[in-house]
């Protein structure tokens, strides 16, 4: 349908539309730097939903916002790549205000930028009326009538995984996770373990135009170095003793697809270069193989570790994160976003009670208000795993003397920074607490001497991989980095 097909009066200078609805009635969309036949095909999509759409020039706009305009929801019509200064603009003006940018201009790197500015959406002109009205319903919170809202998404991705958020942080990335899935852009996704990368990179494939392609995940951390290397690029027979017949690697079988490379900061040196060449140009060549072979694969990377040290100590190439990096996604632990735990919990008890053939349980708010107050050093993972024992052995008080106890084994570690006594526990506890104590310290000044490079220092430990990664979510780890988003106040080795 051409815009210019639509006819619709002009809307006054004032700002107001000519249907005669101004900004203070309602909810409203301004259409900013709009032609009038765009503003026309806007305004009759969203006559449709009730919402009043108006349209003013960009310096206009800017004056009437600083001057206290408050429409509920902005349209930016941008022309180039210059167009996005009025989005800076408004940002310093209305840092709050959403922000969703039209454009026929629509390079990789002109919405990766526009959504850094603060953009919540990006809609390619020419687009359908009905990609428009979704847009700016979901960002408006709107369900069923306009009046109503809800922040609570739950969006599902597979029988068992979905993406579940009810906080602003979250649904801020969500709306970033929208916007990058139509972009063939690679994503890095980094966090806390068990905050969820998984999911966010699950989400970006569900939403993109690869949705009914292939998605693997592979965990750069569970094997070594040659087995990775035949993993993902598969080998020729003959290639190593055992090789029986040729076998096509991830990459191959994820052609057109999307690849999560987890725990990205582990994978060795020996392999980067060849991750490299195919964010380059698509190609690689199978273990002892010579023929090219030449795949279309998006890549989205996660790690809990902090690569700006692992690239400092030469771990990791600086050139491959770069070439990851066309956008990041940093995930808040829980307890930054503490408002999810009831909505997280309500989720779990669903899932988990279809799967082991029970009733979903009901919480006290004693109970709701321990999980809530939780530090969970374990993240989601934590908080799921605790509803399924609650759900299957039911025993409300043992899990809140879990929570509790917990919380003043942190405090009593924390006290002036030696063990202390517990009125309960009495000597076994104080023996308990400096055991865990010395357990963390030690743990923390190998990773650290290792540049957290956990394959290393599990070996320097004599202890197995796994058991290191419980020990680092029990104790609460991390890197002791302030450019690391998530290890403030981590790496002093107590339970957080």
């Known amino acids: 349908m051409s815009?210019?097909?639509?006819?619709?009066?002009?809307?006054?200078?004032?700002?107001?539309?000519?249907?005669?609805?101004?900004?203070?009635?309602?909810?409203?969309?301004?259409?900013?730097?709009?032609?009038?036949?765009?503003?026309?095909?806007?305004?009759?999509?969203?006559v449709q939903e009730n919402l009043t759409a108006s349209l003013l020039g960009k310096d206009q706009a800017i004056v009437r916002l600083s001057k206290g305009l408050s429409p509920d929801i902005v349209l930016l019509h941008?022309?180039?790549?210059?167009?996005?200064?009025?989005?800076?603009?408004?940002?310093?003006?209305?840092?709050n205000m959403p922000i969703i940018v039209l454009s026929s201009f629509h390079s990789a790197q002109f919405i990766v930028k526009a959504i850094k500015l603060g953009a919540v959406d990006f809609i390619?002109?020419?687009?359908?009326?009905?990609?428009?009205?979704?847009?700016?319903?979901?960002?408006?919170?709107?369900?069923?009538?306009?009046?109503s809202s809800e922040c609570e998404h739950e969006i599902p991705l597979s029988d068992n995984d979905s993406f579940v958020c009810a906080s602003e942080r979250m649904n801020e990335i969500r709306g970033q996770c929208a916007i990058l899935s139509r972009v063939d852009l690679p994503v890095v996704i980094l966090g806390e373990s068990g905050t969820g990368k998984e999911i966010i990179a699950r989400y970006i494939h569900k939403m993109s135009p690869r949705a009914h392609r292939t998605f693997l995940k592979v965990n750069c951390a569970a094997m070594p170095g040659e087995l990775l290397e035949s993993e993902l690029f598969g080998y020729e027979q003959g290639a190593f003793t055992g090789a029986v017949r040729a076998k096509p690697g991830k990459f191959e079988i994820c052609n057109m697809g999307t690849i999560l490379l987890d725990e990205i900061g582990e994978m060795p040196p020996s392999l980067q270069s060849k991750l490299l060449q195919v964010l380059q140009d698509g190609t690689?060549?199978?273990?002892?193989?010579?023929?090219?072979?030449?795949?279309?694969?998006?890549?989205?990377?996660?790690?809990?570790?902090?690569?700006?040290?692992?690239?400092?100590?030469?771990?990791?190439?600086?050139?491959?994160?770069?070439?990851?990096?066309?956008?990041?996604?940093?995930?808040?632990?829980?307890?930054?976003?503490r408002e999810e735990i009831p909505v997280l919990i309500r989720h779990f008890m669903r899932k988990l009670s279809g799967k082991y053939a029970r009733q979903p349980i009901t919480m006290s708010q004693q109970l709701l208000q321990a999980c809530i107050k939780y530090d969970w050093p374990?993240?989601?993972?934590?908080?799921?795993n605790c509803v399924k024992r609650f759900l299957v052995l039911g025993d409300e008080q043992h899990m809140l003397a879990e929570l509790q106890g917990s919380r003043n084994s942190r405090s009593t570690r924390t006290a002036e920074g030696t063990p202390g006594m517990d009125a309960e526990g009495g000597l076994k506890q104080v023996a308990r607490n400096a055991m865990g104590e010395a357990e963390s310290e030690i743990m923390s000044e190998v990773l650290q001497r290792n540049h957290w490079n956990r394959k290393r220092a599990a070996a320097e430990l004599k202890i197995s991989y796994k058991a290191l990664l419980y020990k680092i979510r029990r104790y609460g780890l991390a890197p002791a980095s302030a450019s690391t988003p998530y290890s403030k106040g981590a790496a002093s080795g107590q339970l957080r």
């Open 3 to 46: 815009a210019a097909s639509i006819q619709v009066p002009r809307p006054s200078i004032n700002g107001t539309s000519g249907r005669g609805s101004s900004l203070s009635q309602g909810r409203n969309v301004l259409v900013i730097g709009g032609e009038q036949d765009i503003f026309a095909y806007v305004q009759s999509a969203l």
């Open 78 to 95: 941008v022309t180039g790549p210059h167009g996005l200064r009025t989005l800076t603009s408004i940002r310093e003006v209305r840092p």
């Open 124 to 147: 390619q002109i020419p687009f359908e009326m009905n990609g428009l009205v979704e847009s700016v319903k979901r960002f408006l919170s709107l369900v069923g009538d306009v009046g």
């Open 284 to 337: 690689f060549s199978r273990l002892g193989g010579r023929v090219q072979i030449k795949v279309d694969v998006r890549v989205i990377a996660a790690t809990n570790i902090d690569m700006k040290a692992a690239i400092a100590s030469r771990s990791f190439r600086e050139d491959l994160y770069y070439r990851l990096n066309g956008f990041s996604i940093s995930l808040p632990p829980l307890r930054e976003r």
């Open 378 to 384: 374990g993240n989601l993972r934590e908080l799921e």
